[in-house]
């Protein structure tokens, strides 16, 4: 190995090979994730708190805001690296102001929900962490237009677009806007930031960004996201195993979260998305960004599983149907949105998905009659954690020749 690849010194911006064969995750995009790991989980329990005590409106508008602040700065930090990663000292020392904007974002995250509860938009922490995040990505796009003069229009227009998306969020953060201008505002800056990014993209040089190694660093969040529905289970079990010791009722808790969580991951990765980012680039936003549900789904079954440990506990303003709906729905938004994305990426009729589709939603909708008659809560979750596997045995038995057909398409 040289001693270009044994250190760390400074090297150029100048854009890495698309086609590079053997592409995967560096070992610093990974201890990055592990940031994602600590937000997701923060927003997870600050959303099963708001939900058990009966602020949905406002537990949902506080899950929103933090999925989307970092997921959005994720992606776009993701993107940026698979295209210009060197590896040397300024993008490790980047990544690192990128790790700490994360944890800052996160412990915002109480003070968001908090104060959606009190009609307030307490959001000065969140905006400093996420400011800190992209003051860290306008630093990387900057020094790439000075080493690439193919794409340099495109990495200043995303300085631009950056600058002045961060000059926002900081008005957002002043206590002296009313809730309704803070909030408009956020959406405003929220659509200026995806917007912008998608015109920048299909109007300027793309960037040299990898397909298989951007699928592989969306499967790999996706990962991490899957395990706050293992984490969800582990506190359902915990609080029933609390409340009565091992039993019956434990197993079946453990059983249908665990099958829950694998069943939406083996629904997700049976889709290629390395094959369908390298056929069409065109189609890559709506991959890129329809994630942002897929993530949020995934995150909110496991706020879900937390809603029904509060509920085991007694802790639950919640009955137990609408403790089964905090799991179902976004179980049917995962599989609606993964379905979506994948008729984006591979066009054509295909009624196998229309079938699946009805299947999961008569399974989820089944599991919450049970728990709405008065049936046992692990009975309902039994039920509930069919629904991801209507979708795999599709696959298993016809889909997957679908999926080798318009994938060779």
């Known amino acids: 190995m040289s001693e270009a690849h044994l250190t ?158 961060q000059v926002g969020w900081v ?22 930031e995806v917007g912008g990014l998608v015109w920048i993209e299909t109007h300027l040089p793309s960037t040299p960004w990898h397909p298989h190694h951007i699928a592989e660093r969306y499967g790999l969040l996706a990962i991490i996201t899957f395990g706050e529905v293992v984490l969800g289970t582990t506190t359902a079990i915990e609080a029933v195993v609390e409340k009565q010791g091992w039993s019956l009722e434990a197993a079946v808790i453990a059983l249908a979260g665990v099958s829950l969580a694998v069943g939406l991951w083996w629904v997700y990765f049976t889709i290629p998305f390395g094959a369908a980012l390298s056929a069409s680039n065109a189609r890559s936003m709506v991959f890129g960004f329809g994630h942002l549900a897929l993530y949020a789904s995934i995150a909110g079954t496991g706020a879900g599983l937390h809603a029904a440990a509060y509920y085991v ?61 008065g049936a046992p809560l692990s009975t309902a979750l039994v039920v509930l954690m069919l629904a991801p596997w209507v979708t795999v045995l599709g696959y298993e038995l016809r889909g997957y020749r679908h999926i080798a057909e318009v994938a060779e398409r």
């Open 313 to 373: 506990e007694h802790h639950s303003k919640l009955d137990a149907g609408q403790t089964v709906l905090t799991m179902a729905i976004p179980v049917a938004v995962f599989v609606l949105a993964l379905f979506t994305i994948f008729h984006v990426l591979f066009p054509g009729r295909d009624p196998l998905h229309a079938w699946l589709l009805v299947g999961t939603l008569v399974v989820l909708v089944a599991a919450w009659l049970l728990a709405a008659s």
């Open 8 to 165: 760390h010194r400074l090297r150029r911006m100048t854009g890495r090979d698309p086609h590079e064969t053997h592409r995967t995750a560096t070992p610093l995009e990974l201890l990055y994730d592990l940031t994602l790991v600590v937000a997701f989980s923060l927003a997870g329990s600050q959303f099963a708190h708001a939900l058990v005590e009966d602020h949905v409106v406002e537990g949902l508008l506080g899950f929103a805001v933090a999925m989307f602040a970092i997921t959005l700065a994720w992606i776009n930090f993701s993107w940026f690296a698979s295209a210009y990663d060197t590896d040397d000292a300024f993008m490790r020392l980047a990544t690192l102001l990128q790790m700490v904007g994360v944890l800052v974002l996160a412990l915002g995250l109480h003070d968001v929900f908090e104060g959606f509860n009190h009609g307030e938009f307490d959001n000065s922490v969140v905006v400093a962490g996420y400011v800190t995040m992209r003051v860290s990505l306008i630093l990387l796009w900057a020094r790439a237009a000075t080493h690439d003069s193919l794409r340099r229009r495109t990495c200043l227009a995303y300085v631009r677009l950056l600058t002045v998306a």
């Open 171 to 192: 008005v957002t953060a002043f206590d002296l806007l009313p809730l309704v201008v803070q909030v408009a505002l956020t959406l405003a800056l929220f659509a200026l």
